[in-house]
């Protein structure tokens, strides 16, 4: 059982942990995982112009804010250009897999206590969570979810020693799929340093209502992304906000009476940005048109 000073420390820093009577107009940003061919500067101008408050950091190998590709002073120019944007940094994107071999899972610590670093480098005063998604296959759960909760309660010690909440998302084709699977998993880890990141677009696709997902998950969830899906959970395509069947108006409100006032964050899938002639920008201004009247009502359009 964790303690009143181990709970009480977690929540300056848990993303989206902190409930107000009257929750705030919610962070909305754009994950920079959908723009890898652009330069830092070029995407961190263009989301600011089209209205976006914040931004998600892509970290794997190959993205321009992959960890050991930035130097301190790399660091340091990027914080500062992030300060002259007024961009906030709302989270950084991960992609792990667990249960893994033990050569893995050491490998996967090491790149959370870097992930850690740059929250702390980038945004000293309150660093964003990390977030990720676990891989497997949905059949796997039932004889990987013990050893899933044991590898993920040593991910929320890199957490807790970092004061930096991890935060996994459960995916439609993964082990971790389902909302019992995700409320069993932080029940058994047991930290407030391990949180969701709450994509509903994966639940919709298992025929989860809206409501359902928000009201069992929002209260240990500490991120939120955006997307919309088409499909069932055996052949499905995610697209960009607006092209599915989400109702975003009923969304808001629902994440209004859950007093969440996190990050709501725009991510395009790979199966958008990995087809012919995408343009990131154009799928950044797509997504801001379809969601800004809900999350980011007073920004410049």
């Not at 300060?83 to 989270?91: Q, R, W």
């Amino acid at each position: 059982m964790l303690s009143r000073r181990e709970l009480l420390a977690a929540l300056p820093f848990a993303c989206a942990t902190s409930r107000a009577a009257d929750p705030p107009e919610p962070p909305f940003g754009f994950s920079l995982y959908g723009m890898k061919a652009l330069a830092l500067p070029d995407a961190l101008k263009a989301c600011a112009e089209i209205g976006y408050s914040g931004i998600e950091f892509a970290l794997m190998p190959g993205y321009a804010a992959e960890p050991k590709a930035l130097t301190a002073d790399a660091r340091k120019e990027l914080r500062k250009r992030l300060g002259g944007s007024g961009l906030a940094v709302l989270g950084l994107m991960e992609n792990l897999s667990e249960p893994a071999t033990d050569a893995v899972h050491k490998t996967n610590l090491e790149r959370l206590k870097a992930a850690t670093e740059l929250a702390h480098a980038l945004a000293p005063g309150a660093p964003p969570c990390v977030e990720s998604v676990l891989g497997g296959k949905p059949a796997e759960w039932d004889n990987v979810k013990e050893k899933l909760a044991e590898r993920l309660g040593a991910w929320a010690e890199v957490g807790r020693a970092a004061k930096v909440v991890i935060a996994v998302k459960p995916h439609v084709a993964n082990a971790l799929h389902t909302v019992a699977g995700a409320k069993w998993l932080l029940k058994e880890v047991n930290s407030p340093w391990l949180r969701l990141a709450f994509d509903y677009s994966h639940f919709e696709l298992r025929g989860v209502k809206l409501a359902d997902a928000v009201s069992e998950l929002m209260p240990v969830s500490a991120f939120v992304h955006v997307k919309d899906a088409k499909g069932t959970a055996d052949k499905f395509e995610f697209v960009l906000p607006g092209a599915g069947a989400t109702d975003y108006a009923a969304y808001r409100k629902l994440l209004a009476e859950a007093k969440y006032a996190g990050p709501v964050v725009v991510e395009v899938s790979g199966h958008v940005s990995g087809k012919p002639n995408y343009d990131a920008v154009a799928a950044a201004k797509a997504s801001f048109a379809a969601l800004a009247p809900q999350f980011a009502p007073r920004a410049k359009r």
